[in-house]
């Protein structure tokens, strides 16, 4: 009996990923190194390494990209990195300590999107919209409001 096909095959939904907007093409960067901890740390890298780092290979296929995943243990301190070497023979290094995936990518892009990025980012301003899906609200702390949120049996009690 043929096998039913529900909904788009796997290949089709890998090429829908890695083909979305905004397209991540770098202009003149040479190289790419992202060095992060192997296990149970740098969850922000980690996230961007899964998730975007394969839609940059894919729209820039002759930048050399290394990731470097290194055994790190409590006691050590070390922060995730992503080094750009650009085709003038300048590099930049880019801390990624403490950030969400969508901000590497922002900020990736900001250093390196050229011309495509910067009409990305007139028109995410000019509809209203995030640069980038999935990015964290950006919180207002105000001093002076008082803390109104409740959790757990806080938020149901009086």
Do not use: C
């Not at 290949?11 to 829908?16: E, R, T, V």
């Not at 729209?59 to 050399?64: G, I, L, T």
């Not at 085709?87 to 922002?106: A, V």
């Amino acid at each position: 009996m043929p096998r039913k096909v529900i909904g788009p095959s796997r290949l089709s939904q890998i090429m829908a990923h890695l083909s979305k907007a905004p397209r991540p093409q770098l202009a003149g960067v040479k190289s790419l190194k992202l060095t992060l901890a192997l296990r149970n740390d740098h969850f922000g890298a980690r996230h961007f390494l899964k998730e975007d780092m394969p839609r940059i290979r894919y729209a820039n296929p002759k930048v050399d990209i290394a990731v470097t995943k290194l055994p790190k243990t409590k006691e050590e301190t070390w922060k995730p990195e992503l080094v750009l070497e650009f085709s003038d023979g300048r590099t930049q290094t880019m801390s990624l300590h403490d950030k969400w995936s969508t901000n590497i990518f922002t900020e990736l892009m900001e250093t390196a999107g050229g011309p495509s990025w910067a009409r990305w980012k007139a028109e995410r301003k000019a509809a209203g919209l995030p640069l980038v899906d999935g990015s964290p609200a950006p919180t207002v702390f105000h001093p002076a409001a008082p803390d109104t949120t409740k959790t757990g049996a806080a938020a149901v009690l009086p």
